[in-house]
């Protein structure tokens, strides 16, 4: 059994949710684990005593430089049970300022804005191959923009 401190990602929307077809930030990352880049919600491990919440503003602002004007749960799960007991909290972000990133050392990544529909191809066609960034964003659609 691997223990887990936990995390919290976040579905950051650039516009209205609820808009025609609202654009969603994404960020492409290299990990080496995949052997590859992977395009990912902003996400990062809780510190200790780390309140979710502040840990996916935190992530939100050192991975794309923006300021959320709200944050909304969505929900939390497991990542593999099989074998871990990490738990990833998962927020929905909107009202967005842009600002500077804080990268970490071994963090390589691109912002990729784009409409929430060509994120859901990308699901659907299996470019997006990260399990907490196909679910944030599948329910943040399904469940909160309506799509």
Do not use: W
């Amino acid at each position: 059994m691997v223990r887990h401190p936990g995390a919290s990602a976040v579905v950051p929307f650039l516009g209205d949710p609820a808009g025609e077809d609202p654009q969603v930030l994404l960020i492409r990352q290299y990990r080496y684990a995949a052997d590859g880049y992977l395009y990912e919600i902003p996400a990062g491990r809780l510190n200790p005593g780390e309140n979710p919440r502040d840990c996916a503003l935190r992530e939100l602002k050192e991975e794309t430089g923006c300021s959320a004007e709200r944050v909304d749960e969505l929900f939390t799960m497991y990542t593999t049970p099989g074998f871990t007991d990490e738990k990833i909290h998962l927020f929905m972000a909107t009202g967005l300022t842009s600002g500077e990133t804080k990268h970490e050392a071994d963090e390589f990544l691109e912002l990729q804005p784009m409409p929430l529909s060509r994120a859901l191809q990308m699901i659907q066609a299996g470019e997006i191959q990260d399990s907490k960034t196909a679910l944030g964003l599948l329910f943040a659609a399904g469940f909160r923009a309506g799509h």
